[in-house]
């Protein structure tokens, strides 16, 4: 077992630091009070092969492994989760899916554009009433011969106006439940396809997070991705490995956190001394040390799990669910060690604090994780 990061692997993560230090840190602090989307990051950041990291060269992508993507997700994290969402969903779940199940004019057609920034996509599975719970498909997608007819709400869409291609979730046939479920690419400006309000969020208040109503939308049946009603299992497969993803999400602000934490009680005196040297604080950095240094080890173990062509679906979940735990408990101390600073926004814990929350919640929340996790071991 060999613990050592590649050369390759170091350069990268570097790389991503040095983006997240020099493009994300400046402006972040406005971005997540506008709720402005980071338009020039994310081309810059298509520029650096970040959009579509796994795609392979001959679609436009950068080539590279899970690892590599892990790494870079971690270090984007640190300093803006609006930032490497954008980035985690356009990899994990649209370029992914498009490349693993996608026709080869699917691919033709959109994975380029996406995984060089040109364009972003959304997937778009939640639903008012379908959100964890999501065989119940409310949005229709009937067929009508050489097209399908769509017709729904879906909810909490990320990317959700600035995205190009959408990856749609739609039941077509209701009696065959999960198995009558279709994923479909619908592209923005279609007829009757409408972009609803912008969500006021507490965290990753730089991405756009929106409601979408297709009403009537035309879609031609070259845009359904596999075989008719593989749409649910499209959407299973994807999100196993958009978890990890997310799981580096959470990883990356759980460290972010960390280090600003460690910093500043190296700075800070209280009594006569860096807070530091009390115990109180130095007890609360060992914690927080020994749960990224776990949380790490699972999300690596995850992507490694992906890469050698393993099943990930337990490795996703677990890391996940625990790296979203130690970055909620991670945030909150990082806040009480800086004190009344922690609560003033130049700081930045508060800021890594709020968008902590939302990896317990989304791409399956904590409780969903735990149903894929205990299902797995009881079988
Ligand atoms: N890979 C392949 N197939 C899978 C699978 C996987 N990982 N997980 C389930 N399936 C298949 C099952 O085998 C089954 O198919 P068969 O009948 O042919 O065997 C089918 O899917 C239905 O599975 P279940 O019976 O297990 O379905 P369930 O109703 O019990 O639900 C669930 C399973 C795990 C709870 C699922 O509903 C789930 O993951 N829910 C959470 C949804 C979610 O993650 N939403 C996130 C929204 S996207 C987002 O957040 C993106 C963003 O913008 C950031």
Redesign the pocket.
């Known amino acids: 077992m060999d613990f050592k990061l590649t050369e390759e692997h170091l350069l990268i993560q570097e790389a991503a630091r040095d983006f997240a230090q020099n493009d994300l840190l400046p402006g972040v602090v406005e971005r997540d009070e506008e709720q402005r989307f980071p338009e020039a990051e994310v081309k810059k950041m298509g520029e650096l092969g970040f959009m579509g990291m796994m795609v392979a060269p001959e679609y436009g992508g950068s080539g590279l492994d899970t690892i590599s993507y892990v790494l870079v997700m971690e270090e984007l994290s640190k300093i803006d989760a609006s930032a490497s969402?954008i980035v985690s969903?356009n990899n994990s779940?649209v370029c992914w899916g498009l490349e693993t199940y996608g026709t080869q004019a699917q691919k033709e057609k959109y994975l380029h554009r996406l995984a060089s920034g040109e364009i972003i996509g959304a997937?778009c599975?939640?639903e008012p009433e379908a959100?964890?719970?999501?065989?119940s498909q409310k949005t229709t997608a009937l067929d009508k011969g050489d097209h399908y007819i769509l017709n729904g709400t879906k909810n909490?869409?990320?990317n959700g106006s600035s995205a190009d291609v959408y990856l749609v979730i739609a039941q077509t046939d209701k009696e065959k439940k999960?198995?009558g479920i279709n994923a479909l690419i619908v592209e923005k400006g279609a007829e009757g396809f409408e972009i609803g309000p912008k969500e006021n969020k507490l965290g990753i208040r730089g991405s756009d997070t929106h409601s979408l109503i297709f009403n009537d939308v035309k879609v031609p049946k070259e845009n359904r991705i596999g075989e008719d009603g593989f749409g649910?299992?499209f959407a299973?497969?994807t999100?196993?490995g958009?978890r990890i993803g997310i799981a580096a999400q959470a990883l990356g602000i759980a460290s972010g956190a960390y280090e600003l934490a460690l910093k500043y009680s190296k700075e800070r005196k209280a009594f006569g001394t860096e807070i530091a040297n009390h115990q109180a604080i130095a007890f609360k950095l060992a914690d927080m040390h020994t749960q990224i240094a776990a949380a790490r080890h699972l999300v690596l173990k995850a992507a490694w799990d992906k890469d050698n062509g393993h099943n990930y679906?337990l490795s996703g979940a677990m890391a996940k669910l625990y790296a979203s735990q130690v970055a909620m408990d991670t945030t909150v101390e990082a806040v009480q060690i800086h004190g009344g600073n922690g609560f003033v926004k130049d700081y930045h814990v508060e800021r890594l604090m709020r968008d902590a929350k939302i990896t317990q919640i989304?791409?399956?929340t904590s409780e969903?994780q735990k149903?894929?996790i205990s299902r797995s071991i009881l079988k």
């Open positions: 969402v969903v779940l997937f599975l939640s959100g964890s719970d999501a065989t909490w869409i990320t999960h198995k649910f299992k299973m497969k999100l196993a958009g679906d989304y791409e399956g969903i149903i894929v």
